[in-house]
């Protein structure tokens, strides 16, 4: 089994930053794509950022230039530095990673994290 905890959230004013953190533990033998994703109330749930094993970056337009995604492939990690946060920004933001269990039979599942609230207001 894989388990995906996130921390880092919390409140900030607007024009602030949070650094959101995600670690995945369990049977694991490597991992590819890790992301980030959001759910504000009433919507649905939204890429924000993904960056696979070879360091390749994908941003949602709404974040390009203000959060930047990062990994640490030995420690099954990845991080979220979201600077110049918005009220819009505001939401759970969940973890996502395809992972090669370390287990027989040997697969790739996706998994998620439990969210984290990032609430941006004055």
């Known amino acids: 089994q894989v388990q995906l905890v996130e921390s880092g959230g919390g409140l900030v004013q607007p024009g602030g930053s949070l650094r959101l953190s995600c670690a995945a533990s369990g049977s694991i033998a490597s991992s590819d794509t890790m992301g980030w994703y959001r759910q504000a109330p009433g919507a649905q749930r939204e890429l924000v950022a993904t960056?696979?094993?070879?360091?390749?970056?994908n941003y949602a337009d709404s974040v390009k230039g203000r959060f930047t995604i990062s990994r640490d492939s030995a420690k099954n990690s990845v991080y979220l530095q979201m600077d110049s946060l918005k009220p819009e920004d505001t939401a759970v933001y969940f973890c996502?990673?395809?992972?090669?269990?370390?287990?027989?039979?040997?697969?790739?599942?996706?998994?998620w994290g439990q969210g984290t609230q990032v609430t941006v207001s004055s």
């Open positions: 960056i696979t094993s070879g360091d390749n970056r």
């Open positions: 996502n990673a395809l992972v090669l269990s370390s287990r027989l039979p040997r697969r790739w599942s996706a998994y």
